[in-house]
């Protein structure tokens, strides 16, 4: 087995949108017996080539997938990469295997808006006092 080879790299990866059900979605299929899922849910391997910027080798990705043995489906989930265009999507033909499939979570806007709404007040990202209609204005 060659390091980084496609045998040790994901060959589902779930992409999407913040807020979109990828944790859920993650969460789920790991619990499935022929699926081995990353340590961390977002590993942002291809994150880079949306910045214009150099991947990491392929081992550093390929390290987090050591621990599957035998599983049909390794699996990471970076949201992320669904922004990412055609250099991310280049970047994940040409080094993953051709059997790879990308599993793309969206969700109904309004809805995807009010969760992502009270994710930032309830981390301090905005103010507690700030109401949804304000928070729109200002977005």
Known sequence: ??????????????????????????????????????????????????YGEPLAPIESYARHFEHCTGQGYRMEATPSYFGG???????????????????VCLREPVQRCWSWYQFVRGRARIPKAMGFERYLDTC
């Open 1 to 50: 087995m060659t390091m980084g080879g496609p045998e040790q790299l994901p060959n589902l990866i779930i992409a999407g949108v913040s807020k979109g059900g990828t944790t859920s979605l993650f969460r789920y299929l790991a619990q499935h017996p022929d699926i081995c899922p990353s340590p961390i849910k977002e590993l942002r391997y291809f994150e880079p080539l949306r």
């Open 85 to 103: 265009g055609r250099p991310v999507a280049t970047a994940m033909r040409d080094s993953l295997d051709d059997d790879a499939r990308v599993l």
